[in-house]
Structure formats: C-alpha cells, structure tokens
C-alpha cells in the first residue's frame, strides 16, 4: 500500500462508531388532514382560487376537436371541464390556456398548393360581456 495514496484507504483509519438512532420525538408527524379541510385547500379539496383572480365568463364554440363530454383544462391543479356552447365563468388563467392553445393550419393558393402555414385558436371562444346578458 502507498501510504499518501489519496486512492487506497487504510481500513483502520477514520473507524468511527455509528451514528445513534433518532431519538423519539414528543411530537409526533402531523397527521394528513380530511380532504377539503386542510390549508390552502377550497371546497371539495380543491386549491383556492387566487383571490387576485378575475373570473371571465365565456362560451367555448363548437368544435370537431372538443369531445361531446366536454373540453378538459387544468391549471396550476385546477381542473375545468367545459363544454361547447354553454357559457362558463372560469379565471383568467384558464383563458391564457386556451390562448396558447395554437394549431397550425395551411395556406393556399387558387391552384390548392400549400403556400405557407398560419396559426389559429385550437378552442375559439367568445367572451360574454354584462351588455350582451342583459345586465346592467
């Protein structure tokens, strides 16, 4: 053995005894709590609603691509299932989700040649102002 090696350990060197088991603590672990109870936790045990939040209510359009149960979006563990052609309050987060909702669809010209392609709203939705529900 090479005695300054730094690759070679001496087996006899830097024995030490192992580290006692953790003593019982006189708090134990808190326990989970009930679904919908606990902090930072809403109704139904879903996470609040950003008070900061506007909501918006909106009718999602018509859409070969939306499922006949509805078009599912989750935000930041929020779940939203809306349907096509009902109006819905969501918040604006749920917006900027369908907003970045792109496809790209081709361009062409009079001989049907694809020329280029553009993008256009996956989901298009309407946004349903005081106004237009008969409100104030």
Do not use: C, W
């Amino acid at each position: 053995m090479i005695k300054n090696d730094p690759l070679q350990l001496d087996m006899g060197d830097n024995i030490s005894e192992p580290p006692p088991p953790p003593s019982p603590s006189k708090n134990p672990a808190p326990r989970p709590h009930r679904k919908g109870t606990g902090p930072g936790q809403g109704p139904g045990g879903k996470p609040p609603v950003p008070s900061g939040e506007q909501k918006i209510r909106i009718l999602l359009e018509d859409n070969e691509q939306i499922p006949p149960g509805g078009q599912f979006v989750q935000v930041n563990g929020r779940s939203f299932l809306i349907q096509a052609g009902y109006e819905v309050e969501v918040p604006q987060s749920v917006l900027d989700v369908l907003d970045h909702a792109v496809m790209s669809v081709p361009v062409t010209n009079q001989e049907k040649t694809v020329i280029g392609y553009r993008d256009r709203l996956r989901f298009p939705y309407r946004v349903i102002t005081a106004q237009r529900r008969g409100g104030p």
